[in-house]
């Protein structure tokens, strides 16, 4: 009788840890299917009791983890007026990136008036960088809202403090960072012939531009050339020259143009 009783309380033993098992298997079947885009919400009523399952999983860390493992990120520097913004008009025309300037995201915000917007004019008419939580808080909202998972993000990161806040704040790490390379002379020649309106194109604050881009900037892509991440390219030649020397560098990531293949 005992041990009749024994085996009984074995075999619902078993049972409940192949249920348990069971339940496990269609759980992470449906999740990773989830991951990939192919279905967005439980595909099946009779999955639904698994639901609860995730609540035994280590929590993720909220929404940084969006941007790791799957997208993108080419980060894109040089200095003040080199060709960055018309290099990234042509990339994502042809590699379908999502294109987020640091420098127009902060102009979006002063255009709201805002008291952030108020004391990032002060920060752009003295060609001086704005705290890294403000620019970072600005992508990261642009990032969420895109839903795209191909980012040329321009003009970031400026100075460590960048480089630092994106890594805590984002999770992010660059696949590459694209680096124009262009003398001083022809960047203060293009930016004055920009004629853009800018509250910062002027010889005064062209200068101080130029001092924080050789203080704060090159010892960022100094960081990212140890890495291997840099891609230094000559932007001191024609648009379209300067876009062959691009195309050379996507093609090493395995991006080709839209239009010949899907990337
Ligand atoms: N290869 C090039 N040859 C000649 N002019 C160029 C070239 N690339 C860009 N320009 C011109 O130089 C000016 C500055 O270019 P752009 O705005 O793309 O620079 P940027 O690096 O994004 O500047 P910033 O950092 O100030 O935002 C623009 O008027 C643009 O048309
Ligand atoms: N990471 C950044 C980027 C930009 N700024 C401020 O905006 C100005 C213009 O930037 P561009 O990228 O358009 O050259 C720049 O001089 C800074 O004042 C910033 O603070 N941080």
């Known amino acids: 009788m005992a041990s009749n009783g024994a085996c009984d309380t074995m075999r619902v033993f078993l049972l ?19 991951n990939h885009n192919q279905v967005s919400h439980c595909p099946n ?3 639904s009791c698994v639901q609860w399952l995730p609540l035994f999983k280590k929590k993720k860390q909220n929404s940084i983890e969006k941007f790791q493992n799957h997208d993108i990120i080419v980060y ?3 200095g003040p007026g080199c060709g960055k913004g018309t290099q990234c008009s042509k990339i994502v025309e042809d590699f379908g990136f999502i294109h987020l300037s640091a420098g127009e995201l902060l102009e979006t915000e002063v255009k709201t008036g805002s ?14 960088l704005v705290p890294s939580e403000v620019v970072v808080k600005l992508l990261k909202q642009a990032m969420q809202r895109s839903g795209n998972r191909k980012f040329l993000i321009d003009g970031f990161p400026r100075n460590e403090e960048n480089r630092l806040t994106a890594e805590k704040m984002l999770g992010i790490q660059p696949t590459i960072v694209l680096v124009f390379d262009c003398s001083e002379e022809e960047m203060i020649r293009r930016v004055m012939q920009r ?15 130029l ?6 900037t090159l010892p960022v892509i100094d960081y990212y050339a140890k890495k291997g991440k840099a891609r230094k390219i000559n932007a001191e030649r024609p648009v379209e020259e300067v876009f062959r020397s691009v195309e050379a560098v996507f093609s090493e990531l ?5 239009g010949k293949t899907i990337v």
């Open 76 to 78: 894109v520097l040089g």
């Open 195 to 209: 004629n853009q309106g800018r509250v910062d194109d002027n010889m005064d604050t062209i200068r101080k531009r």
């Open 16 to 34: 409940a840890v192949g249920c348990w098992l069971n339940l496990l298997i269609k759980y992470y079947a449906m999740e990773s299917r989830a």
């Open 254 to 258: 395995g991006l080709v143009k839209r």
């Open 115 to 128: 008291e952030t917007g108020k004391m990032i004019q002060e920060f752009k008419k003295e060609g001086k």
């Open 211 to 216: 001092k924080v881009y050789k203080e704060s």
């Open 45 to 47: 009523k009779c999955l």
